[in-house]
């Protein structure tokens, strides 16, 4: 009977130790260079993405320019950007 305790008591120490082990590895972060990205509350986090009233490209809002409630990849693709005013035609994104 005392045998029995003891496998008991040394499968439930293994149980504990186990689980103690996938608490710890879903609290850690993953590296850095892992290049995976995480889904759950990360993605909520993610900066918006927003076209170019210009070319159409998107980019983050926080690297766009705001004009006039519009954004715009470049100083270049703004309205009164060398002196063009609205949409004429003018650079597309093309070689010049």
Do not use: K
Not at 12 to 17: E, N, Q
Not at 50 to 76: D, F, N
Request: hydrophobic residues 40%; contains cysteine.
């Amino acid at each position: 009977m005392a045998r029995l305790f003891l496998l008991l008591a040394i499968l439930l120490a293994i149980f504990w130790w186990l689980g103690s082990r996938v608490r710890a590895r879903r609290t850690d972060s993953p590296p850095a260079d892992a290049g995976v990205p995480r889904q759950g509350a990360d993605d909520r986090a993610q900066e918006p993405m927003v076209p170019c009233a210009h070319c159409g490209v998107h980019l983050p809002r926080s690297e766009a320019i705001a004009y006039q409630g519009l954004h715009y990849c470049r100083a270049a693709h703004l309205p009164e950007a060398n002196g063009r005013s609205g949409d004429n035609g003018g650079d597309r994104g093309g070689p010049a």
